[in-house]
C-alpha cells in the first residue's frame, strides 16, 4: 500500500518538475530578449500539460538519476513551439507573424531551445538549421 502511494507521490513530483522547468526556461528566454512582445507562457503551459499528460505513465516512472529533466524541457519547448508557430494561429498573413500577440515570444524559445540543443552536443547545427528551415516554411505557408 505504501509503496503503491510513494509511486504515485513520485509520479506527480516527476510531472511537476518538468512542468516548472520547462516554465523557468520560458521565462528566462523571454526576459532575456530586449523585444517587446507579449507572453506565450500561457500557450506553452497549455501544450506542454498536454504532453505531459500524454506521457503521464512514462515520466512517473522516471529515476531522478538518470533523467535529464533539462534536456526533455528543451526537447518539449523546441516541439510545442514549432507546432504553435507552424499552426497559423499567430500569423497576419501567410508568411507574416502577427507582433501584437505571442509570435515573437514563442520564435525567442524556440530558437533559444535549438541553440541550447546544439551548444549541449544534443544536435548539430546542421539539424538546427533544418529545423529552422521547417518552422520558416511552415510560417510561409500557413496563415
Not at 507582433?99 to 524559445?109: A, I, M, Y
Request: net charge negative; glycine share 4%.
Amino acid at each position: 500500500m505504501f509503496d503503491n502511494l510513494l509511486a504515485k507521490r513520485k509520479g506527480k513530483q516527476n510531472k511537476a518538475r518538468l512542468l516548472r522547468i520547462c516554465l523557468d526556461l520560458i521565462e528566462k528566454y523571454e526576459v532575456n530578449s530586449k523585444a517587446i512582445s507579449k507572453s506565450c507562457n500561457n500557450d506553452m503551459e497549455s501544450g506542454i500539460r498536454r504532453q505531459i499528460e500524454v506521457f503521464s505513465s512514462e515520466i512517473e516512472n522516471w529515476d531522478d538519476y538518470d533523467t535529464d529533466y533539462i534536456e526533455i524541457a528543451h526537447k518539449l519547448l523546441v516541439e510545442i513551439s514549432f507546432n504553435l508557430l507552424a499552426s497559423g494561429k499567430y500569423h497576419l498573413y501567410a508568411g507574416i507573424l502577427n507582433p501584437l500577440n505571442c509570435s515573437g515570444s514563442l520564435l525567442r524559445v524556440h530558437n533559444n531551445s535549438l541553440l541550447w540543443a546544439v551548444e549541449k552536443g544534443v544536435i548539430t547545427e546542421e539539424e538546427m538549421d533544418e529545423q529552422t528551415r521547417n518552422l520558416r516554411r511552415y510560417i510561409k505557408e500557413m496563415g
